[in-house]
């Protein structure tokens, strides 16, 4: 079966730096999200993407991050000055078409821990 | 603001003792209500979508049900693999974005 791929999936990493989260969609998904939950805590949509530009954000996702697609594959979440309060699991996802009520599949996650 | 209230946030169960989780919502127009089970570390494992008021859709053991202010997910004489936490989202109208609740946490005990 199909499945989103992210890595890594555990980075540690200093107050401070950046870091980018790269994520592997399904193949034939045109639509891709960034969610992310805090240890202990909800599920909190972060932004979507489509067509090569965000089609909605939440507020977290604040100047600190952003989105790309630098490829035919890969989809990424950049944290440009990592706080503590970043850290999380973050997860990857897609669907094949945007809301009509389709499936989002979820990746396995990538564990942020900032110090 | 889209809502979503999942309870009881944890339940024990014996296998094969069946039981019904529950899931209120307060959305602006439902494009469609979630499932999603999660393991510890894991990622959301997609279980059902519903679109409207009194659909129901069925996998193995699990049965999603649908109202106009919440949904139940029933499962019916558990087994300890089915031990997750149960994760209830919904997606409003005009929005691409999933608002979960804090889901419930089932434990089936042998």
């Known amino acids: 079966e199909p499945e989103v791929t992210q890595t890594p999936s555990h980075q540690v990493t200093q107050m401070g730096q950046e870091v980018i989260l790269r994520c592997v969609p399904i193949?034939?998904?045109?639509?891709f999200y960034w969610y992310r939950q805090i240890l202990g805590q909800k599920v909190e949509f972060l932004v979507s993407?489509?067509?090569?530009?965000?089609?909605?954000k939440s507020e977290i996702f604040d100047d600190q991050f952003s989105v790309e697609r630098p490829d035919g594959s890969n989809f990424t979440l950049k944290i440009r000055s990592t706080k503590l309060e970043d850290s999380a699991m973050y997860f990857c996802?897609?669907?094949?078409?945007?809301?009509?009520?389709?499936?989002?599949?979820f990746g396995e996650g990538s564990w942020l821990t900032v110090v | 603001e889209d809502q979503v209230t999942q309870s009881p946030e944890a339940l024990r169960l014996q296998e094969g003792e069946s039981s019904s989780l529950n899931c209120s919502y307060t959305?602006?127009?439902?494009?469609?209500l979630f499932w999603y089970r999660q393991d510890p570390g894991k990622g959301p494992e997609f279980l059902f979508t519903?679109?409207?008021a009194g659909e129901e859709k069925e996998k193995e053991r699990l049965k999603a049900t649908l109202t106009k202010k919440e949904s139940f997910l029933h499962i019916t004489a558990p087994k300890p693999e089915d031990s997750a936490t149960y994760l209830c989202?919904?997606?409003?109208?005009?929005?691409?974005?999933?608002?979960f609740g804090k889901g419930t946490k089932l434990s089936v005990i042998p």
């Open positions: 989202a919904v997606c409003g109208a005009g929005s691409y974005q999933l608002t």
């Open positions: 519903l679109y409207s």
């Open positions: 193949s034939n998904h045109l639509y």
């Open positions: 993407f489509y067509n090569n530009e965000i089609s909605e």
């Open positions: 996802a897609s669907s094949q078409q945007g809301f009509s009520g389709n499936t989002i599949y």
């Open positions: 959305v602006s127009g439902l494009r469609g």
